[in-house]
C-alpha cells in the first residue's frame, strides 16, 4: 500500500509579473499557491505516495480557492479548517543572471498564524501517516502556529510515525516575541531526520561553526538532540540566478555520504527547490534500501525543479530516476 | 490657469480574475489600482484639470509600483508619504446578468491605515489648490486616517479651499473602535459640498428618512451643518450586474435639480462609477455657470465610466461634453 | 449529514478560441473539461453536496488532467478507472448575437467509449450515495457505455437510491449499431425522475406528439414507465445567441407546475446550462420542501450558469437562492 | 465554375488594445489587418468565391506578414507588388455604449501611396475576373493611386467585368491637392453599381440632398452617370456603441427595394461592417436571381460582421442564408 | 525560375502548455500545425522556393483552419482533398535542462491515415516539380498511407522528379498489421537521397550495424539498393534539453563529408529540427555546387531551427547563408 | 540634494511579438516605449535621480500614451511639446542563440523629426540640471532635429552644466540631406565627454583608425576638441545572440582605464544596453570619486540591462553596486 505523508504550515497565494517582468512592468500576475511544506506534501503526491497538508485558510473565497489548488494537485482537503479572512501572498519578480528576485510579503495577520493549539485533531489528521513533516517557518510566524507545530511533532513520536524538519529557517522572520533559539529546542528534540545546515545549527543551537563541515556541526547536533538520526544538507553554487550548481550530502551518525554535483544551467523557476530536495529525501528514505540512494533520489529531485513553474515539484518518479541514473540528456523518450 | 485638486484617502491593488472568469477559475489577475479618492483625482487629471493625491504607501517595490500608475494617470507624486510594509489589496470577480460580483479585501494593517496626524504638511500638499475631496471610507479605516483627513480639511477651511465628502459609507468597514455617527459629523461640518444619500444621511447623522425624499433629508442635514451649501445625490437602478440606470440629483437650499436618467445597457466595470460621479460633480461646479449643467456633467461622467476597465474614469473631456449634450450613439466621429 | 450525488459519463476536453475568435483566428485555445454528468456532479459539489463521478480516462498525461479539474472542483477521484489513450474532445467557437456558435467533436474510441459491464464496482461507487444521475449521451456513445449505465441504474434501484436521468438525447450521435429507440426504454424504465421535453418523448419513445404539450407528453411517459415520479422539461426562447429566456415545468402526474421566465440578457457561456438545470433540479428536490421549489432553484441555477465560463456551473447557493427569491438586480452586497 | 472577384487597395495593419482597455491601459496590441477592399474581397473568398486583392506592400518583414495575411484568409498573392519600406497602419481603441471608438492613423507615405501608374499589369490582375470592386478611400489616398484605379476600371470595362464602387468616401483624407470633387466623377463614370448615401452624392457631385431620400439622389447620379444600374445604400441607426441597426436599400432605375431592418444587441466588432455589406451585395448579385435577395444577403452579412473580431467578415455561407432567412436565434444546430 | 518541391503526409494539430507550463498547470494551449513533410515543404518554401504539400484534412472548420495555416506559410493549398472528421492532433510539454519533454499524440483514425490509393492525381500534384520528399513516418500511420506514398514515389520516379526520404522511422508507431522491414524496402528502393542512420538502417534493412559508422551502413545500404546515390545524417548530442549540438554527415558513394559541430546553447524549440536538416539538405543540394555546401547548409538551418517556436523552420535564407558562413553571434545588422 | 539629467531625443512605440515569436506568427505585440536619451534619464531616475526628457510628440492619443510612459518611470513630462501626428515606430522581433533579431523602423516624418530650432526654451528646460546628454542618433533624424540638438548643448555650456554625447551613429541613418561628417563636429566640439569607438571616431571625424586602439583613437579625438575630458567605450563580444560580454574602457588623456568583463549567459533584452551603459556612466561620474568606480559602475549597469525587458535600464542602485562590488550569484537576499 502506498505510504502516506502528513505536512503542516501556511500556504500562500504566490503572484508574479509574467516571465521576466519587473513589478512595475506588470498589467497582470501569474498565480500559483505555495508553502514549504505544502510543497513537500504535492510532491510527494506526485510521486504516487498518499499526502495530506494541514493547514488553515480564511473563510472566504481566497482560502476556498488555495484549498482547491491543493486538492487539483493530489492531496486531501477534509482536514483543513478555515477561520478569519486574510489569506498569506507573497509576490515575486523573478531574476536572471546578475539580477536576483525580489520578493515581497504581505503574510501578516494571516488566518494560518492565528491558528491555536487544540484547533486540529492530530490524532485524526495523521491516521495511517507514515512521515510527518515540518519546516522551520512554521514555528516563526506566530506562538500558536509553533505550539500547534509541536502538538503535531509530539502526536506523531506518539503514533510512532518517523518525524523530519528541514529547519533552515530565516531569522527575520521571528517577529512575535520569542527568538528561535528559544523554540526550536523544543521541536527538533522529537525529530527523527534534520534537513540544515552548519549555518543554521550555529545560529539555532550554537553548536558547530557556520563555516564548518557539515559532518561536525550534524554530530554535535545529533549528540544535543540524540533523537536524530540523520542530518542532511544540500550544498548549493549560485553561479547566476539563471545557473545552479546542487550536491546532496548526509551524516548518519556514522557515516558521510555525498552525491554528484548537479549542474542547472538553464534555472526556470527556483522557488521551492529546497522543499523539493525534502521530499525526494523523504520519498528516498521509504522506498530506497540505502542512503545513499535515498540521497541521490534527493538530489535529483531538487535539481529538476529548477525547471518547473510555481513553487512546487511536479516531476514524475520516471523524470527523477532517470537523472538519478546518469541520464542528464534531457531526451524525450518516443 | 488649470484648476487643481486634491484628494486623500488609500490606494488599493486591485486584482481580478480575467474576463468574466470565477476566483476559481483564474490563473492570473489583471492589476490595476485604486480607491475612491484617487479615483477622484485621477478622473480630473484626465479632464484637463491639475491634481495630486496624498496617501501613504508602504516602502517597498509595491508601494513603488503603485505610485507609479498614480504618476502615469497624471497626478504628481512629490507628497505621497512611504513607511510600513502593507499595501491593501482586494480582489474582485466580476458579475453578470443575475450573477453578482465578488469582492475580498485584505487591507488591514495597511501602511495608509497607520498613517497619523503631523505625519503630512498639509499647507503645503494643498498649495495652489481649489478644491480638496474626500470619501467617508478614510475615516472608517483607522482612527489617524480619520484625524489626519480632518486636519487636511480644516487647514483647507482655513486656506479658502472648497470641501467636497463622499459620505455614503460602509458600516461594517468601522473596527477600530470608533463609530461613524461620532466621527463623520466633526468632519461633516467642514464641508461645502457633500454628496450622499437619504440612507446615509439617516444612518450617519439620524436626520430623515432611509425611504425619504433627497430633498427633505438634505434640508434637514443643511439645517444641521449650515456649511453644506449643495447636497447631491445619485440614483441607480441595477437592473442587472450587465445594466445600469443612473440619474443625478442635487438640493441647494432652494432649489431640487434632476437630470435625465443614463442608461447603460453593457456594462464593462462598474467599480468607481461613483467616484466618477463626484469628479465630474467637481469639474462642472468649477467650470460650469449653472447647476443643473455641472449635475449633467457628472451623470454622465458617471455613465461612460462604467465603459472603461479599471476603477477610474478615464474617458475624455469631449466624451462626456458630447453625452452631456444628448449624443448617446456611442458613434464615432473621424 | 449532506447528500451525496453520484454521475457517470464521459468527460471531455473543451478548447475554445479565445473571447469571440473564431477558429481560424486563434493562436491559441483556452482550456477547460465537462461533459453533461460531470457538469451536474460539480454543480452540486460548489452547493456544499458530497458528489463523485465515475468515468473512464485514458492512462496518460491527459488523463491525469482531466482527473486534477475533477478533484479541483471538489469532486473525489478514487474510483476512477483508466485505460487506452485517447481522451474525448470537443472545439468550441463561441457564437454571438445572429452568428451561431460552432461545435466540432473528436471522441471516437475515447477510453470512456471502451468502457464495458464488468469494469467497474458500481456497489462501492454508488456506496452512500442518495441520488445518481445519468443523461442521454452515455448510452449513445457505445455499447458498453450504454451497459455500464444499466448496471449503474440497476445497482442504484437496488441499494434504493433516487435516479435521475436526463434524456434529451442528438440522434446522430447514434453509431454503433442499436438506436436510441432500442435502448433508452431499458434504461429510462429504472428512472424515479426523468428530465425531458415533448420531442425527446415521441424520438425515443414513440408517445405524445413533437409540438404537444408537457403535461401530456408526460403522462403518457409515465403510464409507460410506472417508476418514473416525475417528469422536468425546461422551456428555453433563444432570441439570439446572446440573450436566452428559460423557463422551468414539470408534471408530477398530479400536478403541472411552471416558474417565472427568467432572462439572461447577456450571455457569457451557454454551454452546460441544462447540465445546471438538472444539477439545481436534484439538489432541490432533496432540500426544499415542494416541488415548485425544487423547481424555481433549477430554473434560477440555469439561468446563473448563462454568466459563467467553461460546462461548468460554479455558482454558489447564496447566488442560486437570491436569484430563486427574486433578486434579478446582479447587485453585490458589501 | 466559381466566380472571381479582385480588388483594389491599401492594406493596413490594425493595432487594438484588448479587449475594452483604452490606449493608455494597455501593454499591448491585438494585430489583425484589413482595408476596405481587402475585406470585401476576402469575404467573397469565405462564402466560396475566388478572390484576389491587388495592393503594393513594403518590401520588409512587414510586408511579408501582411501578404501572409491575405494568403491565410484565401486569398492569392502572386499578383502583389513590392517597394519601399513603410506599412499603413491604424490604431484602434474599441469603444462601448456611450463612448464612441477612437481611430488614429499612421498611414502616410506608406508603400501603396506610393504606387504609379503603369506598375499594375491590369489586364493580367483581372484576367478570368467577374467583377473588380474598388472604394472612395483609395483615390483619396495619393494621385498616383486615383490613376492606378483609374486604370484598372478602365482595363475592366474593356475586360466586359462587372465594377461596384463604394463611395461613402470621408472628406478629411484628401491631401495630396486634389478634391474629391474633381477625382470621383472620372471613376464612378465607369462604374455598374455604386453603394453611397444621399450625402455621399450630394458631397461627391452637388447632387440631391444631404437629407434626402436614397430613390432621389440615386436617380440623379444614375442619369449623369448611365452606365450606372444600380445605386445601393444602408441606413444604420447607432442606438449605442453596443447596439446597432441595420437595412439595406437599392434603387434599380425603376424600383426601390427596402429589406427588413436587423437589430445587432450586442456588437463585437463594427468595423469592417460597411465592407461585409458590399461583399455580400457582390455575391448576392451575381448568385441570386433578385435584387432584393441580393440586397437581403448583403444586409444580413453585414449584420453577422458585427459579431467577428478584426475588420474581415468571416462569417459561413450558410450562417448569412440562415439569417437572410429569417432565423436570428443565433442557434446551434447539432 | 524558382524551384519546386512537392511533400507527402499527414498535417497535425500541436497544443502546448505556455512556455514551460506542465500539462496539468495549463489553462490553454497554443496552437501551431506541423508534420515533418510539410514542415520540409514550408522551410523551402520560406527560403524563396515555390512548394505544396499534399494531405488529407477533415472536411470540417479544423481542416479548413489547418489548410489556411499551409496557405499563410506559403504553400499552396489547391491539391489537398478532404474527408472524414478527425484530425491529428499532438499535445507537447516542453522539457528544460534534465527535464525531458512530454508527447501524446491523439491520431488514430484522423482524416489522413484513411487515405487510400487513387485518391491523389499524382501527376497532376507532382507537375511542375523538381523534388518529391516523403518521411518514414507516412507508411507508418495505415496502409492507405504506405501505398499513396508508393504511388507518389513512382510517379515522380517516372517523371524524373528527384526523391528524397528521411526514413528514420519510429517502431512504435507500425500499428496497422505491416512492419517497416515489410514495408520500407518497397519505398527506400524508389529515393535518390536518404536521410537516415547506421540504427535506422540496422533496425529497417538489417544492414551495419546499430552503433557502426554511417559510412559503412550507408555504403551497404547503397549496394542493396543503387538508385541511392547519397546517404545523409545527423549526428545529434544532447547535452541537456536546454542546449544541443549538431554535426552534418554524408556519405556519397565515394567520400565521408562532416561539417562543424554547431552548438546550440539555449534551445527554445527542439521540434522539427530534423525536418529543418532535410529541408536545408534539399535546397543545397538544389542550389549549390559542392555536397560540403549542401551538407553545411543543412546544418546551419537545422541548428538555426532550434530557435524557432513550432514545428516549422521559418529563418530567412539570409540567416541560414550567414551561419554557413561561420558567423555564430547572432548579431544584429542594422 | 539629487543630482537632475536633462536629455534629449526621440521616443518611439516599440512593438514585439511575444517571446521568441517571428513577425509571421505573431496576433499580437507587446507594447512598451523607448529611445537612446530617454533610456538613459529613465535609467538615472530609477536610481534616485532627477531627470527629466525633452521631446516633441503627436498631438493625438498616441503621444499621450508615450507621455505616460515618461511620467511613469519617473520623468517630469511639463517641458514636452506636442505637435503634428506621427509617433516615431520601431518593430522589435527578438533573435536567439544564431538567429539574429530583426528590427524595422516606421519613424519618418514623426512628430520629433519636424522638431525645429527655436520651439523649445533650452534655459527653461535645463533649470537646475547638472548634466545634459543626448547621442548620435537625434542629428541623424533631421535637420530641425540636429539644430535643436546644438541649441541645447550651447545653452548647457553657457549654464555651466556638463553635456555627454554618446556618438556612435549609424550612418544609414543620415538622409535629409546633410552627411555625419557635416554636422557631428559641431555638437561633439562643445561636449565634455563622449561616449564612443575607434570605428565611431574615424567614421566621423578621420581621425585614428577602424580596427586601432580605443586609447590612441581617443587621444586624436580630444587634442581635435579640446573640451573633451574623458573618451569612454564599451568592448562587447557578442558569442551568440543569448550570450554577451562587456567590458568597459575609459581613456581620460592621461590614464587609460578598463573594467573586468562581465559575461550575460542568458540575455533576456538586449536593446538598451548601451544607454544604459551611459547612463551608469553620468551616474557614475556624478557620484564616485575616482573614474574607474564610474566606469565599473556603468558596466554593472549595461550587464544587469540585459536581463530587463524593454529599451529602460530599471535595476535598482541597490542591484548594480552588488554587482559592481563583484557578486555575480544573482542570489536574492531575504
Request: with cysteine; proline share 3%; net charge neutral.
Amino acid at each position: 500500500m502506498n505510504k502516506k505523508l502528513v505536512t503542516f504550515g501556511e500556504v500562500m497565494m504566490r503572484l508574479s509579473p509574467p516571465g521576466y517582468l519587473k513589478f512595475s512592468q506588470a498589467n497582470s500576475f501569474e498565480l500559483v499557491y505555495g508553502g514549504g511544506e505544502a510543497n513537500v506534501a504535492i510532491s510527494c503526491a506526485y510521486l504516487g505516495m498518499k499526502a495530506a497538508h494541514m493547514t488553515r485558510f480564511p473563510d472566504n473565497a481566497l482560502g476556498r480557492a488555495a484549498t482547491q489548488f491543493l486538492r487539483k494537485n493530489w492531496l486531501s482537503s477534509d482536514q483543513i479548517i478555515y477561520g478569519d479572512d486574510k489569506l498569506g501572498m507573497y509576490f515575486l519578480e523573478k531574476g536572471a543572471v546578475h539580477r536576483p528576485s525580489v520578493v515581497v510579503y504581505e503574510r501578516e495577520g494571516s488566518a494560518f498564524s492565528k491558528i491555536q493549539p487544540g484547533m486540529v485533531d492530530w490524532e485524526d489528521v495523521l491516521k495511517d501517516a507514515d512521515w510527518f513533516h515540518w519546516t522551520g517557518i512554521t514555528p516563526a510566524i506566530s506562538e500558536g502556529a509553533a505550539l500547534c507545530c509541536l502538538e503535531a511533532i509530539k502526536t506523531a513520536n506518539k503514533m510512532g510515525i518517523m518525524v523530519s524538519g528541514d529547519i533552515n529557517s530565516r531569522k527575520n522572520m521571528w517577529k512575535y516575541g520569542k527568538t528561535m533559539q528559544e523554540i526550536m529546542p523544543k521541536l527538533v528534540k522529537h525529530c527523527d531526520i534534520v534537513i540544515t545546515s552548519p549555518r543554521g545549527i550555529n545560529e539555532m543551537f550554537g553548536l558547530g561553526e557556520i563555516g564548518g563541515k557539515l559532518k561536525n556541526s550534524a554530530q554535535e547536533l545529533m549528540e544535543a538532540f540524540p533523537r536524530i538520526k540523520k542530518v542532511v544538507g544540500k550544498k548549493r553554487k549560485s553561479i547566476s540566478a539563471s545557473e545552479q550548481e546542487i550536491q546532496g550530502r548526509m551524516w548518519t551518525g556514522t557515516e558521510y555520504i555525498k552525491t554528484e554535483t548537479l549542474n542547472i544551467s538553464h534555472v526556470i523557476d527556483r522557488v521551492g527547490t529546497g522543499d523539493a530536495f525534502a521530499a525526494g529525501l523523504i520519498y528516498g528514505l521509504l522506498h530506497y534500501d540505502t542512503d545513499i540512494e535515498a540521497l541521490d533520489f534527493a538530489t535529483a529531485a531538487c535539481a529538476l525543479k529548477h525547471t518547473v513553474i510555481g513553487d512546487v515539484n511536479m516531476v514524475s518518479l520516471e523524470n527523477i530516476k532517470s537523472l538519478m541514473g546518469g541520464d542528464t540528456s534531457g531526451a524525450l523518450k518516443r
